[in-house]
Each structure stands twice: as structure tokens, then as C-alpha cells.
């Protein structure tokens, strides 16, 4: 009988490439009903720690921009989500990984000021601490409608990691973890 799998399109990147992730539903395991306030709550979802590990090798620079309007709402303070992140950092680093930098939006959706994805705030403050940072070579990976708009809108490759959450926005690549999509990429030297 023959195989009628597909074949995984593979996306080709050169080493100077930057790789955007989402946190919740991407990293560690998204809280549907709440928030991920604490280090005791942050879990890393399968393949997701191990991708990273691989991605760091074959990405110039991994940079964490998340929507944690947790803040404003005063369910969490600014230190608790550095907690959040001080702990993913450190397991990411004693894995063998790194994240280059984390960036949070912490207002409220529709705030005059929203900083929050599809919005470019987060990208744009990359771009200046990464002045060489390239939008048409990087990769946004997200759960959501807002992070696949996010990237699309600044030019970069997307890619979706289906959660619960219903997504309509046509994503470039779906993968089930950053595992498979360390499995997907292809670096051009």
C-alpha cells in the first residue's frame, strides 16, 4: 500500500534569520481560564524546551513577544511575569538553548497605547535593540489569529500551533511543537 502522507514543505533560512515565538500556547502550556502568573504554573508543552534547543543552533536570534495583559488587569504584577520569565529563561539555558530577549505587552486590548500583537510595538522595539534585525527573514510561530496577523503584517514567515483556540488567519506552516518545525528548516550556508 502506498504512503499517501504528505511531504512537510521545508522552510529555507540563511544563519542570519530571527525567530519570533508567542509564550502562552507555544513555550509552556496556555491557561485558557486565567493566566500564567507564576513559575509553579509555567509548564513547557512537549517537543517545545528540545525545539528551542534546536531552533537556538539554526536561528541568528530567538526573541519572546507576549500579550500579558494579566498586568494591567492587576492579576499579576510586572515582577510575577519576570519571575515567569527569569524561570523559562534558566531552563531554557541549562537545556542548551537561549532567548535573546523577552518582549511584554502589558496593557489592556484597545488600550491608546496598545502595545499588544497584531500591533508592531514589540517588533519595532526589537528592531532597535537588534538594529540588523531583517522582518522579511523572520519567523513568527504562534497559537492565535493575533500572532499569525502580527507576523504576516511585518513581512515574516508564520507559522501556527494549533491550540483550542479557534484560528481563521492562514498561516504559512502548521506544526504540532517546535520540535517538528526544527524538523522543517533548512539552513542555506
Not at 498586568?71 to 532567548?99: D, F, P, T
Amino acid at each position: 500500500m502506498k504512503n499517501k502522507s504528505k511531504a512537510h514543505p521545508i522552510l529555507t533560512i540563511d544563519p542570519s534569520w530571527t525567530l519570533f515565538l508567542d509564550r502562552d500556547g507555544v513555550i509552556n502550556y496556555r491557561n485558557f481560564d486565567g493566566y500564567v502568573t507564576t513559575p509553579s504554573e509555567f509548564e513547557f508543552l512537549p517537543g517545545a524546551l528540545s525545539g528551542i534547543v534546536r531552533l537556538s543552533a539554526l536561528f541568528q536570534r530567538i526573541i519572546v513577544v507576549t500579550n500579558q495583559q494579566c498586568i494591567a488587569k492587576k492579576i499579576a504584577s510586572k515582577r510575577n511575569v519576570e519571575e515567569v520569565h527569569r524561570y523559562m529563561l534558566a531552563k531554557i539555558e541549562e537545556a542548551g538553548g537561549k532567548i535573546d530577549a523577552v518582549f511584554v505587552a502589558d496593557n489592556l486590548k484597545g488600550a491608546m497605547k496598545d502595545r499588544r500583537k497584531p500591533n508592531p510595538a514589540m517588533a519595532m522595539e526589537a528592531k532597535t535593540m537588534f538594529p540588523d534585525l531583517d522582518f522579511n527573514k523572520s519567523v513568527m510561530v504562534g497559537d492565535t489569529n493575533t500572532d499569525i496577523q502580527f507576523g504576516a503584517n511585518l513581512g515574516m514567515k508564520t507559522v501556527l500551533i494549533p491550540s483550542k483556540e479557534l484560528v481563521t488567519e492562514k498561516a504559512d506552516l502548521i506544526v504540532e511543537h517546535l520540535l517538528q518545525l526544527s524538523d522543517l528548516i533548512k539552513v542555506s550556508r
